[in-house]
């Protein structure tokens, strides 16, 4: 079985928006072993989507859209699919009642312009969006499987899962990619990639299992691609993952989606401990990564965004004499505020944040990306310095990842920062 | 002028890179007034990508290709290129001292592998790489002009700017296509398209000026696309602004890549009001939006995250009496929450959010998604009730978008919600 995705919209084809869609889509095929031929993006336009439809169908035997689904003027990818396999468009009652239940479910007003998007080619069955109004379409023509999803990229990947894997499973071929990525965060990806280099080499070709390491907001990330049979793929994996997990340690904290929140939150709940925050320049951001995870009221019990020094002084005990003598990013003044924060909320751990996130506010000695970082635990108070490179977001986001990852360290009783 | 953007490589069809480079070339394209037409990726095998050269050279003027040019066995879009316009590959010399210096002057060994990259179609001119060691190339087929580029998005995007676009002002001619976005919040797609519908209307073809809607994170945004002379295309845009604007009033808050946050910092900033925050179920989220502003110190003061029932009872004065009787999800308690905060903080205003972002502690009563905001002003507080639809990420950043609505709204004195 060979791919084609076809991607619909004007945002794409103008360069307004980048299409992650086809990326997505074709990650999941190719661990499925349905190596995609194709991908393609064009615009709002009726005969060019209607073209690429019909071009598609020669080439390969799946087909999957996203894109065009929309209840408005512009979304014309149920009457391009229909004039391409030279159908009618009907209203589908399934598909009215499934639109007419999201609306009501989410206490919205369903507008007579949503009804469009029950409208059906007329040899096509609807599948259900459960995270929007525009249901999903799948058909054949010959011998092609045709799926096609909503362009929001979380409804087309929910819609994808529930809905169309499971269709496709039966095609998988019995050679699988499986595509591993092994999340690391307090290491440069240089210096990292060096401690691995005998594991990236490929000289003759492409090596299997192959190894290499890509960077995302400053999780640096050992990717391994081992293609095979299921068992093959997945003993080739275990053993690179052995080799990189000796070199790696405690640097390494998850794999694939997980985020060093989720593993600092499975530590604290694993391990009954509380925490609270108390952030300057992150501005609530360390609460919010803490919070992103469901359930995190186990341990993170309350924060503050102690931004004014009048608000550390009041909520935080951080004495005004201290700020005076020291400055607001100063050791003492991290050690005070997670002090304070540790006291106040009554919890084992307390994190402080206090630097300069820029892009103004830097001075010679403590220039933008400047950062204290405090840790409050039963047995006292730690601070560090760093100087985080980049802008104000990038600033603020390692920080607050430095300051999850420090707390997951302590507890773990490693030290592998330098 | 028409345009077909070509992307060559096996890591993005896998779905292993995300391609961004289709996008950068468009957005410049757009900019310059020629349309694209299509974007189109193969990976790294010969005949599709002669087949996908051969398609393009029928659809478009302008063929811009990037990728596949390394100097390894799996770089074929040399040979795909002279194949697909039946010429021989013949070894330029210039593109060989080009090759040798780059290497020379980074102070590195050049393999002889790398001789491959000097290779070119007959008909073809090669175009220096100033950042990497694959020259481009540059031919024409008919009336199509067709470059290809490195596909390293900073080599891709260097030679682009250095060497291509200078060759495509001439043909952009007076005519630019002016891209404009205007970013809303509070109204769902369809209703808002519904406004806007006689604006959208494109069956005959495309439109200009052109006009539709994407959402994005639970902005919706309506985009214009207005072609023509400079002049012209700004008559359009203002046009259309302005219908626009007088549709949607205060729904709009920015165009471009303005966001809410930014927004409503502005304002506080310009008529001197300072804010707090009181999260529970956004954690901290929506202190962490105000604060992503360079300046935004200005105006905001200090935040809390209680997270915990006694978090809401130490910080912000809030009585336990109120949360047994009503819930922590509740009128009184948003009410109590910001008339705490606003107090604590002394702030001319105070936002609070608690809610349900679920996955789980929904009831029948208060499913998931629901969340009351309150805001407290010199004369009191007020605070309203929502349903979010979405996952518990979706919830948090409806909660904390429409929290920073409700106070820009209430500065601008308007209510454009029912």
Chains 1, 2 share one sequence.
């Not at 993952?241 to 709940?269: F, Q, S």
């Not at 925490?275 to 992150?282: F, G, L, P």
């Not at 609530?284 to 550390?312: C, E, H, I, Q």
Request: glycine share 8%.
């Amino acid at each position: 079985m060979n791919a084609c995705i076809l991607s619909i919209g004007d945002e794409l084809i103008s360069g307004l928006t980048t299409n992650t869609n086809s990326s997505w889509l074709s990650l999941q095929l190719t661990a499925l072993g349905i190596p995609t031929v194709s991908h393609v993006t064009v615009g709002d336009q009726l005969q060019p989507i209607i073209n690429a439809i019909r071009h598609a169908l020669e080439t390969c035997d799946l087909l999957l859209i996203s894109g065009g689904l929309g209840p408005t003027e512009d979304d014309l990818t149920r009457q391009a699919l229909a004039d391409a396999l030279s159908e009618q468009l009907v209203e589908d009652p399934d598909a009215v009642l499934q639109i007419e239940h999201w609306f009501k479910s989410n206490n919205r007003v369903m507008s007579p312009s949503n009804r469009v998007q029950a409208m059906r080619p007329s040899s096509a069955s609807v599948i259900e969006n459960t995270a929007g109004t525009a249901p999903g379409l799948h058909t054949r023509k010959g011998h092609v499987d045709i799926f096609v999803m909503p362009g929001v990229p979380t409804e087309m990947k929910q819609m994808f899962t529930r809905s169309i894997l499971p269709e496709l499973r039966p095609h998988a071929g019995n050679t699988i990619t499986q595509v591993t990525k092994i999340n690391t965060f307090g290491m440069g990806e240089s210096i990292l990639g060096d401690k691995i280099k005998d594991l990236m080499a490929r000289r003759e070709g492409p090596a299997n299992p192959s190894v290499g390491t890509t960077v995302h907001e400053g999780i640096v990330s050992v990717r391994i691609y081992a293609t095979g049979a299921p068992d093959e793929a997945a003993a080739m994996t275990d053993r690179i993952r052995k080799l990189v997990t000796d070199r790696l340690g405690p640097l390494i904290y998850g794999e694939n989606d997980e985020t060093i929140e989720l593993a600092v939150g499975t530590l604290l709940k694993v391990r009954r401990f509380t925490v609270a925050t108390a952030e300057s320049c992150t501005g609530g951001l360390l609460a919010k990564m803490l919070t992103d995870t469901p359930g995190s009221s186990a341990y993170f019990l309350r924060g503050w965004v102690t931004y004014a020094n009048a608000a550390k002084r009041d909520e935080l005990y951080v004495r005004e004499e201290l700020i005076a003598a020291h400055g607001a990013v100063s050791e003492p003044v991290a050690l005070a505020m997670a002090d304070g924060a540790r006291k106040e909320a009554e919890t084992d751990f307390a994190l402080s944040i206090t630097g300069i996130a820029g892009p103004d506010g830097g001075t010679p000695e403590k220039p933008v990306g400047t950062v204290w970082i405090g840790l409050a635990t039963a047995a006292g108070a730690t601070a560090r310095r760093f100087n985080f490179p980049g802008d104000r977001r990038a600033i603020r986001q390692r920080a607050a990842q430095m300051a999850l990852s420090l707390l997951r360290w302590h507890i773990l009783g490693v030290t592998p920062l330098v």
